[in-house]
């Protein structure tokens, strides 16, 4: 993992500065310059629309008892996306465009939920909008019982509600 980390802080930075040259040479600095900066402000916006939309479905999902693992994921990628928009570069700025396109976030969670059903040990079934399939699963009710701890004697401890032991009278 360390390598794949350390090509990518060399890799991208070294990727921008060449596309920022052949796009200088092409259409001037201040054009490259002004592009950089509309990418910032258009990722900014997307980040607040697309953001509160999220924030909304989660919202609705939590009212409806369901858990908004959905969103949940777009919030990641939409993070993911505005992180990419606001650094300076035009590679980073189309990743980042990318990830604002609801259609492929729900690909890429889809691939991310078969990945980890096969490779991480997930017993839950979750279909394609992540959420658990198996509608009305079975349910174990029980009962729990506090048993206090024991002291070094086999008398119990008397603690108060802060954790901290009293002393006994």
Known sequence: MTPVILLALIGVPLIEIAVFIEIGGRIGLWPTL???????????????????????HARASLARHELPVAEVFDGLCLLVAGAFLLTPGFVTDAFGLLLFVPRLRATLRGALWRYLRTRGGFIV????????S????????????????TGHDGAADEQSPMGRRRERP
């Open 134 to 149: 198996r509608r009305g699963a079975n349910v174990i009710e029980g009962e729990s019982h506090e048993i206090p701890p």
């Open 125 to 132: 079934e979750v279909d394609a909008t992540g959420m658990d």
């Open 34 to 56: 002004a592009v950089v900066i509309l990418t910032a402000v258009v990722g900014t916006a997307l980040l607040r629309i697309q953001g509160l939309a999220t924030l909304n």
